[in-house]
């Protein structure tokens, strides 16, 4: 088999850029589809800055820095991925969305690529079966932000073969992350976990049992957490966030994963966190203002 030489990445937001970033940083060559070149140019600029904090921070030499710059180019489309060795899907956490790339994307693959997702909930079984090549299909699901998070969680859809997990853990292992490895059931391992404490944060917010502050503050300090529930949410992004409560609601069919309809109202304002400026807090200030 040959060894992985270059990937393609689906999807130039947070996600998408992030994988490209360690990917090319650790010498594969990347190329990145998105909707638009605008979207395309973003990312760079995003992936340049974050390089640029690493070379500051003495973690990489310029020289490195520029190199993974020069091994990132644009897919304007699919048939940019016709000599990549793993393509990975990072676009929007919507199951219709990626059944139609995953539909127009194989044609373009060579036979024996493999083609791997980043969803965070969605059934990797269920995505496996809209490709031509369920065998060579894997769940590889990076944490936000991928340079700094250590974890990718695996997972296996029910006809992954042992050639494909062995080639995608040792790129994995190449990116210097650690994985750990789940079964594909709704949210997998991370998410099946953090998604439900974020959902009650936003219950405890609804009921007005606390504010965006107060709840913050209380899991910072009273659990000992990095940061609160509601600014991570924001960080995720409250779509992302909704679209695993849904699948984890759906998928389990048990009504303590119902969705809080604050959370479901924030979405329908487009107040998406981070993303858009705007979410629990509001980030159009040099200071994060709650919006609660
Ligand atoms: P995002 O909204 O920042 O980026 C999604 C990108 O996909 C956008 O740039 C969008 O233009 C692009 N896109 C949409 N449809 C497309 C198409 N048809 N073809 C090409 N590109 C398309 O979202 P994100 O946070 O980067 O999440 C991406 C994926 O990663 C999702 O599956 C999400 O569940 C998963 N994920 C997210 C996080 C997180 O913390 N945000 C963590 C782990 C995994």
């Known amino acids: 088999m040959e060894p992985i030489r270059k990937v393609g990445v689906v999807g130039a937001g947070q996600m998408g850029s992030g994988i490209a970033h360690v990917v090319a940083l650790?010498?594969?060559?990347?190329?990145?589809?998105?909707?638009?070149?605008?979207?395309?140019?973003?990312?760079?600029?995003?992936?340049?800055?974050?390089?640029?904090?690493q070379v500051f921070?003495?973690?990489?030499?310029?020289?490195?820095?520029?190199?993974?710059l020069g091994r990132i180019s644009f897919a304007e489309t699919f048939e940019g991925f016709s000599d990549a060795d793993l393509v990975v899907e990072?676009?929007?956490?919507?199951?219709?969305?990626?059944?139609?790339?995953?539909?127009?994307?194989?044609?373009?693959?060579?036979?024996?690529?493999?083609?791997?997702?980043?969803t965070s909930s969605i059934s990797i079984t269920r995505l496996a079966a809209t490709t031509d090549r369920p065998e060579r299909f894997i769940g590889m699901h990076f944490m936000n932000p991928v340079p700094i998070m250590e974890l990718v969680e695996m997972i296996r859809g029910i006809a992954t073969d042992d050639v494909t997990f062995s080639r995608a853990k040792e790129l994995v292992g190449s990116l210097g992350k650690t994985m750990a490895v789940s079964e594909d059931f709704p949210a997998f391992m991370v998410n099946r976990i953090l998604l439900p404490m974020i959902n009650e944060a936003v219950y405890t917010l609804y009921e007005?049992?606390?504010?965006?502050?107060?709840?913050?503050?209380?899991?910072?300090?009273?659990?000992n957490h990095p940061m609160g529930p509601l600014q991570l949410a924001d960080f995720i992004g409250l779509d992302t966030c909704l679209s695993i409560m849904q699948v984890l609601y759906e998928g389990l069919a048990d009504s303590k994963y119902r969705p809080c309809p604050?959370?479901?109202?924030?979405?329908?304002?487009?107040?998406?966190g981070r993303k858009t400026q705007r979410g629990f807090y509001d980030y159009r200030s040099d200071e994060p203002m709650p919006t609660r």
């Open 90 to 118: 990072a676009a929007t956490e919507d199951e219709t969305v990626k059944r139609k790339i995953f539909v127009s994307l194989c044609p373009f693959l060579k036979p024996d690529a493999i083609l791997a997702t980043n």
């Open 57 to 68: 921070k003495g973690k990489i030499s310029e020289d490195e820095k520029n190199a993974a």
């Open 208 to 223: 007005g049992v606390g504010s965006v502050d107060a709840i913050d503050t209380a899991m910072r300090l009273g659990a």
């Open 26 to 53: 650790s010498g594969y060559d990347v190329a990145i589809n998105d909707l638009s070149k605008d979207r395309y140019d973003a990312a760079i600029d995003l992936i340049a800055k974050n390089l640029e904090r």
């Open 262 to 272: 604050l959370l479901v109202k924030y979405v329908e304002a487009g107040w998406l």
